[in-house]
Structure formats: structure tokens, C-alpha cells
């Protein structure tokens, strides 16, 4: 059991994503509806969340996209 929780911590799903979250991506915002074990429910919108789409996605992907997106320094 020690080295399977060790193996789920691991990994570049360091980010904890949590239900109301925002993020800015240059012009899109990303709305996380719905966090669960594994995965995540978010939204993409330009300026306003109405008649969206929700996105489901594995964290480790989501977690990914974001470090992505990052402006560099």
C-alpha cells in the first residue's frame, strides 16, 4: 500500500483543482464545475458562461494544458 499512494501523489497533477475555481488563459476562462477522483468538470468561455459546455478531463491533462498555457517570464 506505501507505494501505491506514493505513485498517486506523484506526478504532474500537483495542482489541486477545486469546484468554483477560474482560470485565465489569455482571452478564454476556464470554470471548474465538478472535481472527482480522477477527473474534472470545467467550462470554457470568452466573456460570459452562458450556454456553455461543460469539459470532462483527466486532472493529469488539465494540469498539463494549464502549465502549458503559462506566459513565460
Not at 2 to 10: E, F, L, N, Q, T
Not at 30 to 42: E, F, M, N
Not at 46 to 63: E, I, Y
Request: glycine content about 6%; overall charge positive.
Amino acid at each position: 500500500m506505501k507505494h501505491r499512494a506514493a505513485a498517486a501523489s506523484s506526478g504532474p497533477a500537483s495542482t489541486h483543482f477545486q469546484k468554483g475555481q477560474v482560470w485565465k488563459i489569455g482571452e478564454v476562462n476556464l470554470a471548474v464545475t465538478s472535481v472527482g477522483k480522477t477527473l474534472v468538470h470545467y467550462k470554457r468561455y470568452t466573456t460570459q458562461p452562458r450556454g456553455v459546455r461543460t469539459t470532462l478531463s483527466l486532472k493529469s491533462d488539465l494540469a498539463k494544458c494549464l502549465v502549458n498555457s503559462r506566459p513565460s517570464p
